[in-house]
């Protein structure tokens, strides 16, 4: 068994605008402006900005996906360009990372379903953390049935959220089209508020890109994308900018119709802004932002678990992570990051925990430009179906150090503290882990009965490495 390629152009934007187009464009607008001192022509032109920097780093990340086309391809590439240690340091991080981004958005898809039920007052938090728990599992289930399933659901929910996002947008032109001065004067006056300082800026940018994570989503599935070195770099340059136009659309309908101090002060903007103008259609729009997150959620599941399926084939995780399922999916993957994902959504303060993910998060990004960097140094001969000017490998790393650095330099606080402890601590538990002996017998009859209770199997395309685990489990199976 192996990932089977099942994915081409059209289901490359749809994946892109459902790992894109999700929680970000209902929490960000509020963040953005915050810190865009209210300033609307600064906020609508950092939303903007955003775009063209998620584009030029996506198409930079691109060259990856297409010049190593396996799952999980970012982990791979690094430690062939940076070493094993700093592979290992991206996998602590995103080990991480990833099931916080999933608990986020658990939590989110079961607040803005549950929430119609309690007008007027804050929804319990027990029914929303049950709810968040079997979106969640539901969603792991699907997963096991592979890839084409997940692609189908993904399509499907899409749709239906650019349905309402259409609606939003369409409703907000309608507005300003009427020419009514209570909905357009924000626009006359759209440079009167104080401009923001470089710190600020750097946070809004911070804001704005959270609702633009999820284009690497085609990177960390590129084993499973047809002609990769074709499909990848077209479907980011078409998907993006869809994106792009949705969210400048959407935060123009929002402040056609609610007041910069209304957004800043909504904890849920879509929600504040229907019950302003069309009250009974708020089931709709909490179905379609429902809807969207757990498109999102899809593909956070899709692009983790193959991160740690590759992994596990390299040898920094246990082996059983690296078998599939009889429909060619990384079960034991996928539960694992599930299992995560369930202990944060029970345990944990996600705001302060984004907090301290943000900063790592970024680090991550500096460094997989500074691996590319390296590699064409070291390869120049290496095939690449597909290569980014250099200007826009420079371009990322900047945008990296910038927000990076601006926030510590400029407004210092322990959660950065927190965030580089963290970061730097996975390589002390790399050093523990390669004085771990996986093949030990204990070790060996434990991912047996996880094989058997599982129903995986190794790939056909194993390493070396795997080849030795699997005579291993040949012997205590005999």
Known sequence: MQLLRAIGFFRGNILILS???????????????????????????????????????????????????????????????????????????????????????????????????????????????????????????????????????QTVSTLAKMTVLCFICFTGIVLLGMGERENVARFENALDAELPDVSQIAEAFLQGLFAYSGTSILNSMAGEIKNPGKNIPKSLITGIPMVAVVYLLANVSYLAVLTPKEIVSAD??????????????????????????????????????????????????????????KHSCPTTAVSQLIILTSIVIITSDLINLIRYSGLALWFLRGLHMIGLLKLRYQEPNLPRPYKVPLPFIFGSIAISLF??????????????????????????????????NQHSVSFVKVTCYLQLLFNVSPPEDHNEGISTEKSDLKEIFL
Not at 94 to 122: D, M, N, V, W
Not at 295 to 309: K, N
Not at 417 to 428: A, D, K, M, N, T
Request: aromatic content about 12%; charged content about 10%.
């Open 268 to 325: 849920a903007v879509a929600l504040t802004w229907t019950d302003k103008i069309i009250p009974s259609m708020q089931w709709v729009i909490s179905f379609g932002i429902s809807t969207s997150v757990f498109s999102t959620m899809c593909c956070t599941v899709l692009s983790a678990s193959r991160m740690i399926y590759r992994a596990s084939q390299e040898g920094q995780l246990p082996f059983i992570f690296s078998m599939l399922n």
């Open 19 to 153: 790992a894109t187009i999700g929680a970000g464009i209902f929490v960000s607008p509020k963040g953005v402006l915050k810190y865009s001192s209210l300033n609307v022509a600064v906020s609508l032109s950092i939303w903007a900005a955003c775009a063209v920097l998620t584009l030029i780093s996506a198409l930079s990340h691109a060259e990856l996906g297409t010049t190593f086309p396996i799952s999980g391809a970012q982990y791979y590439f690094l430690k062939r360009s940076l070493g094993s240690s700093v592979a290992f340091l991206n996998l602590w991080i995103k080990l991480f990372t990833h099931p916080l981004r999933l608990a986020t958005e658990s939590l989110l898809l079961s607040t803005y379903t549950i929430q119609p039920f309690y007008a007027g007052c804050p929804a319990p938090e027990l029914p929303k953390r049950c709810l968040a728990l079997a979106a969640l599992w539901s969603l792991g289930l699907l997963n096991a049935r592979g890839v084409q399933t997940v692609a189908w659901l």
């Open 403 to 436: 927000l990076i650095l601006t926030p510590l330099i400029k407004t210092p606080k322990m959660e950065h503290v927190y965030g580089l402890i963290f970061i730097f601590s996975g390589l002390l538990c790399y050093w523990i882990h390669v004085h771990l």
